[in-house]
């Protein structure tokens, strides 16, 4: 499975943005999709995720309420749609997918098995 990532730019504090996160080579409605992300001088961390159903979703307590992921099985694509930036959201988003990932483990980097390049956003106030 290839993912590419993409949306990402430069945006004022409050504004909005949404990532991309296009799939191909696999069967995309059998993943378990996520977001991470790293910050300058930070490790990478979880951002949200969702089963491929859309029924189970999880994100960190710092996103929740302003971050949504979504996504389309039939396009292979997933989004995350970011509202009420903060400077503090300024990273490299990646996207991820991987099979088989139970719901413990969904916000676990090791439980993907495929990650896309990343896609830059920087959030200015």
């Known amino acids: 499975v290839q993912l590419q990532a993409f949306g990402g730019g430069l945006v004022q504090a409050g504004g909005s943005l949404r990532l991309s996160c296009a799939a191909s080579g696999g069967t995309f409605r059998r993943y378990t999709m996520a977001w991470f992300r790293r910050a300058p001088g930070k490790e990478r961390e979880f951002v949200a995720s969702h089963k491929w159903d859309g029924a189970v979703k999880r994100y960190q307590d710092s996103v929740k309420g302003r971050f949504t992921v979504s996504r389309d099985n039939a396009a292979n694509i997933a989004y995350l749609q970011m509202n009420s930036l903060k400077p503090e959201d300024t990273a490299v988003y990646y996207c991820?997918?991987?099979?088989?990932?139970?719901?413990?483990?969904?916000?676990?980097?090791?439980?993907?098995?495929?990650w896309g390049q990343g896609t830059l956003v920087t959030v200015f106030s």
């Open positions: 991820a997918a991987g099979a088989g990932v139970i719901v413990s483990s969904m916000a676990t980097s090791a439980a993907y098995d495929y």
